[in-house]
């Protein structure tokens, strides 16, 4: 292990500072690379996300792929928790929070607001960071990606209905562009360089020292991208410390919530390792963008719920960071329940 991945959590406890103070002291730079962006999805932090994705499609092979089925144990486990239970136990929790726990701090109207807001990150379970979680955790990449590809194809039909009666409203639209620029840019496009890199790379070992060698790029698109976020919510941040940390308290207990769900239920259908990691990564974290698109589109820019999905965004990479290094501290317990197989 490299001094990138020794200390990642140090580095990203950097990127976070210096983003708060770049933000702070810079905001017009911070400003203007947040204004790169297309359908609510910032260009720049894309094309990091899609460096520290690449290496990992590098590694999917597609006749692997298709034998997935074999093994659909994983498969439904990751659709029942991120679909039938994820979005429910978010709205309980932000419901219970806001108006019981911190009812007499925050407004009933500002807490309905936060609440739309988690829910909206409830419903959208991850798409792009899960394969950097997958691979830090040594996920299976041919497993990780059927799980994404599935996600997203409920996410089209199920997005909009789920949200709509968690809200009690009935006009979610769905940011398509968004939705599906998306799934293009972190999912399609870094997929086929890495089938293109395979093709060409035809060498196991060539292909293994090549993704070998993008790692440490990898890791600094992920500090990249910790400073970006911190420096783009700077002001937001240090305008509303207090409504941040009551956001973030409901916020961290699901993120704990769902990934011990999923990771334990794994462990008892007895699923190897490297489909249990990041099949509980996925709806441990969220798809940010969507969430914080669909916010703002029927909210506001400055509303109380668009700033409960920024500050989902905040949270997830230092609490997924701490979910990979407890999952590849107990690799060792799937490795025993696999051998008793």
């Known amino acids: ?40 999805i910032n260009m720049v932090i894309a094309v990091l996300i899609w460096l520290m994705i690449y290496p990992m499609m590098m590694q999917v092979d597609f006749t692997a792929v298709r034998n997935i089925h074999r093994r659909p144990k994983g498969l439904m486990i ?51 960071m899960v394969f950097v979680w997958s691979q830090l955790t040594k996920g299976d990449a041919n497993y ?27 006009d979610v639209t769905v940011p398509w562009d968004t939705l599906l620029l998306s799934v293009a840019l972190f999912v399609v496009i870094p997929l086929v360089a890495g089938v ?34 911190f420096g783009f919510q700077a002001q937001t941040i240090l305008d509303n410390p207090v409504d941040i940390v009551l956001i973030a308290i409901p916020l961290l207990v699901q993120t704990y919530l769902i990934f011990i769900i999923t990771y334990r239920w794994m462990k008892k259908w007895k699923q190897p390792h490297c489909v249990a990691a990041p099949g509980s990564m996925i709806g441990a974290s969220n798809f940010f963008e969507l969430a914080v698109a669909v916010a703002i589109s029927l909210f506001g820019i400055h509303s109380g719920a668009a700033l409960a999905t920024v500050v989902g965004v905040l949270v997830e990479v ?10 590849n501290k107990t690799r060792n317990d799937f490795a025993a329940e696999e051998i008793l197989q």
């Open 144 to 170: 990780t990606l059927a799980q994404v590809a599935i996600n997203d194809l409920i996410m089209v039909v199920a997005f909009a209905p789920i949200a709509a009666f968690l809200l009690g409203v009935t």
């Open 78 to 128: 990751t659709i029942v928790v991120n679909w039938l239970i994820k979005p429910f136990t978010m709205a309980l929790l932000a419901m219970f929070f806001m108006r019981y726990v911190f009812g007499d701090f925050i407004s009933s109207a500002l807490a309905e607001e936060y609440i739309a807001g988690m829910i909206l990150l409830g419903v959208a379970p991850c798409t792009a």
């Open 1 to 40: 292990m490299g001094i990138f991945e020794r200390f990642l959590s140090v580095w990203v406890g950097l990127g976070m500072l210096v983003g708060l103070v770049g933000g702070a002291f810079f905001p017009e730079a911070f400003s203007f690379l947040g204004d790169l962006q297309y359908a609510q």
């Open 318 to 327: 230092p609490v997924m960071l701490s979910l990979v290094a407890y999952a």
């Open 196 to 229: 293109v890199t395979r093709h060409f790379v035809k060498q196991p070992e060539k292909l293994n020292h090549l993704a070998a060698t993008m790692k440490p790029l990898s890791i600094m698109g992920l500090v990249g991208t910790v400073i970006l976020l």
